[in-house]
């Protein structure tokens, strides 16, 4: 029989494993950005939309961040999480 004394310690998350889950909010802003460039700033050779599309990708961004914890019931993040995130937006 193990003693919980002697139990073996957990194994640590290695970098990959703990900045995978968010490949989708980075996907998200750089599709953006992207987008944007390539379909008005370049072709118009504007600015005009720079401002709104970093807020957009910011607040889409934060949105994406809260919503999408599959280990987690989507209707009920963490109020921390929750506050933290107002504070942000």
Known sequence: AHSPAHSPAP????LLAILW??????????????????????PYRS??????TGSAS????????LLSQPERNLARPF????LVSACFL
Do not use: K, N
Request: net charge positive.
């Open 58 to 65: 910011y607040i889409s961004c934060t949105l994406i961040s």
């Open 47 to 52: 600015e005009r939309l720079y401002d709104l």
């Open 11 to 14: 194994a640590p998350m290695s």
């Open 79 to 82: 109020q921390r999480q929750q």
């Open 21 to 42: 889950p968010t490949r989708w909010v980075a996907a998200v802003a750089y599709g953006l950005q992207w987008a944007v460039f390539c379909l008005h700033a370049w």
